[in-house]
């Protein structure tokens, strides 16, 4: 099994698209509390992806994630909140393991790809929903319109592991099945605190 399959399979068992929360998102059955919510707890974490690319030393990136917070800051806007510090035990686990995966070359390579790579399909779910279901101004989509044709990232991610050992890979490849779990249970904590 090559590299590219071995991180596509731990993601395979966490696929965000199949998580109840976002599977109520992209129907409309999704209270707006539990959206502020997200937008809130959820923004903290889009808030430390500067940093995985900065251990990468990927300048471009950095600043690219870095106007991708304003525009989530925009989405939350939209919906009457703002980011705030985590208060859900899952989403505070989910940045504890942001922060340990990316201070280090390796990890960060595994465990930003576990994000970018599902994020153009989610983002096309998102808005769709957001589209079709919810009458919110026009400012909460721009983040999800621009990551749902957003692939450029994993690719440069994946290009990076492919240049890495065998044994590098394998670190890469367990901090991608981390964040991929880390991911699911930020949104089922969110579900749990809002939707049940």
Not at 40 to 62: C, H, M
Not at 129 to 155: D, I, M, R, W
């Amino acid at each position: 099994m090559d590299y590219k399959q071995a991180l596509d399979s731990k993601i395979s068992k966490y696929n965000l698209l199949k998580h109840p929360f976002y599977q109520a998102w992209s129907a409309g059955e999704l209270p707006v509390e539990a959206l502020k919510c997200y937008a809130r707890e959820y923004g903290a974490f889009i808030s430390t992806l500067p940093k995985g690319w900065e251990t990468l030393n990927d300048a471009e990136t950095v600043e690219e994630e870095t106007e991708h917070i304003e525009m989530w800051k925009d989405f939350a806007d939209g919906l009457d909140t703002e980011i705030s510090d985590a208060q859900i035990p899952q989403v505070k686990t989910l940045l504890d393991t942001a922060d340990t995966l990316f201070s280090n070359s390796e990890t960060a390579l595994g465990a930003l790809y576990a994000f970018e790579a599902q994020q153009p399909e989610t983002a096309k779910s998102k808005l769709a929903g957001l589209k079709a279901f919810y009458q919110l101004p026009e400012k909460v989509e721009p983040y999800f319109e621009t990551h749902s044709h957003n692939e450029h990232e994993a690719e440069k991610i994946l290009e990076r592991i492919g240049a890495l050992s065998s044994d590098a890979q394998g670190t890469a490849i367990q901090a991608c099945e981390q964040m991929s779990t880390a991911l699911w249970d930020a949104l089922t904590g969110i579900h749990d605190a809002e939707c049940t």
